[in-house]
């Protein structure tokens, strides 16, 4: 087994999502996929809040195709395939238990031979009846499970004519019902007899789902057809265009959801639609009815549907088809791919609009010489795509699997490809590639035989280009990255990877990378742990002082072998394989504790000496620990530190752990605990000593009172922080030729901006403002130091930053008034120590930093080439957890102008916060979102695209409110 690999995390799904459920009352939506991972996302937000990972390895291994819910909301249980298929049946085929309250897999139920392809949990919570591929259905008990973490077979139905595709269980009638590959309805009892089978549907049925008077059944033929509940046919309803994947009966009984690519919603009581959704882009996987009846204050049928070519999750109302929310990662399709050869730049595509391939335009751009990201494609003429001709033969696609070139014809295997996506020819029409549904595959184009594959795509292959001149393959998938290939050995030599936010991240299959300022998040190590264990996933930024090295990919496109790299670079094959330290929470999930003192406890090992420790608080540092005595071992070692929360505090703190070794930094996962000054009477608080007193669990109650429920999204009264706002800004220096125009009327104007918020989104601020003279090296640095001091967990500190920025040596500095750009390290002010002054700060800290300054627009006043990303991507990272709203990125400039009476990004804030343009939503507060979504948008409309500002914050903050607005 694999014990680590690469993979993508991009913040959301990357493959097809199989089902979704609500959990906490509807204030959680849970997501599993073909990715491999259970994802977590908040209603409210819709922000992502929690990742579950599996152990698996390359290929099929790992994905997960059904799950269930127990009714109290603590067991997840998962199909799909669970081993290599190399490996015993019954691991192939067990159904997985994730126990939600304490994290943690339980004992696999075993008894299927094959893939799990659906579960389904009954009404009343007591059975899990799954269907598999084997042809075979089980029931399972499961009212032993809270007892001995395992359930028992209560029937066996095997032997079944066809693949079962959907199951569902009426607990009025004791009924079982399920759809199969080859059109038919079947049922049986509980105990599996009274066998039946209907069949009406023309083509495979999709889906079944029992209302509380009938039956319904969708299928590929497009056609809902409703049955009695003993499988009797009662007609159809409006048929969609399309196969119809999914149905879903309302909470209240009087709707059911029918979606394919579009979805109709019918009135059960007239049989008729009553609304069309179709905001997916592609095809619907899953759907499940809302808990609630209210949203955002409005009454309705509330449902979320997953699918579409972006992987997400939608909320919406059934009878107005009004969208609520989208959940989503940053990942996006690349649907078109093309180089410029003269330039060595690639080009692609992230939208289909039409859903033809062929109609694909290239919007995007990267250098493969300066690792470059550009946003607009000014040319895409210049960039060529798939090389269909070959001196007087032209490739053709035949059929689903064949293509013809000249007199001959190459057929794929359909079973082991899928269909024919895209293809070019290679080596001077020597050859040829071949991209489908499940492979990239390298064909002669003498004799029509298979020379090889490339392998490394997790999904189809939409598009290819033939880099000749450097005899590269360029490929796009719905895995969402682009692969560079040797087209020779058909070694995977460099992936990129771009997201919907423009942030961007290229590297080796080996680890080596570089990206931009907010790139590092979106790969990253999964760590097999045991198949009986939750894996592990650490991005790269966790071990950046090894892997990052741009240089391992600038010689990894030219010698186009990784082992030639290896010996150019004098690489350490070793060093390859990564052991971050290990830590384990003692301390119980959801503990509450009644004042605001408590011991948070946990256990780390590691295999070098550990140098730092911290305790974060929400995302912010409240203990740190660099004296250790942290052996590196591989001996456990129990942690216990006291904690104490300000005086009148009374809410939810996250708890996670930072650990520092000699070659990594990592972040473990996360422990709530409540702090309340008065405990509810029926709750025993927990001392801090996890072990002697068990912490206090919610969970949805199993009632039918559940649509009922209300969810409103609309914030309730924030709690006002003190705070403390630093606003540097510098136009006049000692030396003259380093003057800006605006810097000082920047900082001015910020400082006003945030004094005004005193009373509405603060409780008191606090102005600490250094301009011109006043900001030397000296004072700014004192200003910090004083704040490290003073400022408590409940404080928010801003700070404002306008002046200019230097590198030297691969270190940043900031120049303040007194400031010697030719002598940096003595007389400016050291990233280095800025980040501990700022990152160590036990505040909520955002930074708004402006230090790329060209002047006037066009005029460059500063250092050629000056890039912040390192800057900004170490400040943002893990260890500070500082939000970061950088005014420019990578090399850009940030401009100003006369006609602005400020630069670009100030003038941006300034308009987003003081005029309340900034309030999207709008709901008379705004939030970091919100206005990192106006400053994108603003300041790229302010300077013709030339400057784009970019956001970094860590993942432990969702929602952070910024101002109050009229």
């Known amino acids: 087994m694999e014990a680590q690999k690469l993979i993508i995390d991009n913040q959301g799904h990357s493959g097809l999502i199989h089902d979704v459920a609500f959990i906490d009352q509807g204030k959680k939506i849970l997501s599993v996929s073909e990715d491999k991972s259970v994802r977590v996302w908040d209603v ?13 390895e390359e290929g099929v291994y790992g994905k997960i ?13 998962l199909g799909g395939y669970f081993d290599a298929s190399s490996g015993p049946k019954e691991n192939i085929g067990e159904i997985r238990i994730l126990d939600l309250v304490n994290e943690k897999l339980l004992p696999s139920l075993k008894g299927h031979q094959n893939v799990i392809l659906d579960l389904v949990v009954s009404e009343d919570g007591s059975k899990l009846i799954s269907a598999s591929a084997d042809q075979s259905i089980i029931v399972w008990d499961l009212s032993p499970l809270k007892y001995s973490n395992q359930a028992s077979v209560i029937t066996s139905i095997t032997d079944i004519a066809s693949h079962i595709n959907a199951i569902d269980f009426d607990v009025e009638t004791g009924t079982i019902a399920a759809g199969d590959q080859d059109g038919y309805v079947r049922t049986w009892s509980l105990n599996g007899g009274n066998p039946s089978q209907f069949k009406v549907h023309s083509e495979a049925v999709r889906d079944v789902k029992f209302s509380p008077h009938t039956l319904y059944s969708a299928g590929e033929d497009g056609r809902i057809i409703k049955w009695t509940k003993n499988g009797k046919y009662m007609g159809d309803l409006a048929e969609l265009p399309g196969a119809v994947n999914v149905l879903e009966v309302s909470q209240d009984g009087n709707y059911l959801t029918a979606m394919g690519r579009v979805g109709i919603v019918y009135s059960l009581a007239s049989e008729m639609p009553v609304s069309h959704f179709d905001y997916h882009t592609n095809a619907v996987s899953a759907i499940t009815s809302a808990p609630f009846s209210t949203f955002g204050q409005v009454e309705g049928q509330y449902m979320a549907s997953a699918g579409g070519d972006d992987k997400n999750i939608l909320l919406w109302e059934i009878k107005s088809a009004k969208l609520e929310r989208n959940f989503v990662g940053k990942g996006k399709s690349v649907f078109g791919i093309g180089i410029n050869e003269d330039n060595q730049e690639l080009a692609f595509s992230q939208t289909n609009l039409t859903g033809v391939l062929d109609d694909v335009v290239l919007e995007k751009a990267f250098d493969l010489n300066d690792f470059v990201f550009k946003q607009t494609l000014e040319n895409p003429a210049n960039y060529h795509r798939a090389t269909t001709q070959s001196g007087d033969q032209v490739i053709t696609k035949e059929s689903s699997n064949s293509i013809a070139y000249g007199a001959r014809m190459i057929h794929t295997d359909e079973r082991r490809d899928g269909t024919v996506r895209s293809f070019t020819f290679m080596q001077e029409g020597q050859s040829l590639a071949i991209g489908s549904s499940y492979t990239l595959l390298k064909y002669s184009t003498v004799g029509e035989e298979l020379l090889g594959s490339f392998k490394g795509h997790e999904g189809e292959v939409w598009a290819l280009a033939d880099y000749a001149s450097e005899n590269l393959l360029l490929s796009a998938s719905n895995d969402q990255t682009i692969k560079i290939w040797n087209n020779t050995t058909g070694e995977n030599l460099a992936s990129l990877f771009v997201s919907s936010d423009n942030e961007w991240v290229i590297w080796t299959p080996q680890g080596f990378y570089e990206a931009s300022a907010g790139g590092e998040k979106y790969i990253g190590w999964h760590i097999n742990k045991g198949r009986n264990n939750l894996a592990e996933f650490h991005d790269v930024s966790a071990f950046r002082n090894f892997f990052h090295k741009p240089e391992v990919i600038h010689e990894i496109l030219k010698l186009k072998s990784f082992e030639k790299v290896s010996e150019v670079l004098d690489l350490d094959p070793k060093e390859e394989k990564i052991t971050p330290p290990t830590i384990d929470w003692i301390t119980e999930p959801n503990t509450l504790i009644e004042g605001r003192a408590t011991t948070v406890r946990f256990s780390i090992s590691s295999q070098t000496p550990v140098t730092q420790l911290k305790l974060m608080a929400n995302g912010r540092p409240l203990i740190s620990r660099s004296e250790l005595s942290i052996s590196g071992n591989g001996h456990v070692e129990q942690i216990d530190w006291e904690v104490e929360i300000p005086e009148g505090s009374s809410e939810t703190i996250v708890f996670s752990v930072f650990a520092q070794d000699q070659h990594s930094k990592i972040l473990s996962t996360e422990r709530s605990i409540t702090f309340v000054q008065n405990a509810p009477l029926n709750a025993t608080p927990s001392s801090g000593n996890s072990s002697a007193t068990p912490p206090i669990q919610t969970v949805l109650e199993n009632t039918t009172e559940r649509s009922r429920v209300t969810l409103d999204p609309v914030e309730v009264e924030i709690k006002k922080s003190n705070l403390y706002m630093v606003s540097i800004g510098v136009s006049e220096f000692s030396d003259p030729t ?27 601020v606090t102005s600490l403002k250094l301009t011109n003279q006043d900001a030397t090296r000296a004072k700014i640095l004192k200003t910090f130091q004083r704040l490290e001091q003073y400022t408590t967990v409940d404080d928010f500190v801003i700070i404002f930053i306008a002046s200019h920025g230097i590198n030297e040596d691969n270190n940043f500095y900031i120049l303040p008034h007194d400031g010697d750009a030719n002598n940096p390290r003595i007389s400016c002010i050291d990233w280095r120590d800025f980040s501990d002054l700022v990152g160590n700060m036990s505040a909520k800290v955002v930074l708004f930093i402006d230090t790329c300054h060209s002047g006037q627009l066009g005029n460059n006043i500063g250092q050629k080439r000056l890039s912040n990303t390192e800057a900004v991507r170490e400040l943002s990272g893990k260890e500070y957890g500082v939000v970061i709203m950088a005014a420019a990125t990578g090399y850009e400039y940030s401009l100003e102008h006369d006609d602005w009476g400020h630069g670009a990004f100030t003038l941006s804030i300034l308009e987003g916060l003081q005029d309340g343009k900034a309030d999207i939503k709008p709901d008379g507060t705004i939030h970091l979102r919100e206005l990192d979504y106006y400053l994108s948008e603003r300041v790229q409309e302010l300077t013709g695209g030339r400057q784009h500002p970019t956001t970094q914050k860590p993942s432990s903050i969702s929602k952070l409110s910024l101002a109050k607005v009229k």
């Open 44 to 56: 409210s937000s819709g922000t992502l809040a929690k990742t579950y990972r599996f152990e698996t």
């Open 65 to 77: 195709y059904a799950s269930a819910l127990s009714k109290d909301e603590r067991y997840l249980f």
């Open 738 to 764: 380093y003057n800006l125009k605006f810097a000082d009327d920047d900082a001015n104007a910020i400082d006003e901006l945030f004094k005004n918020q005193k009373g509405k989104m603060f409780n008191s």
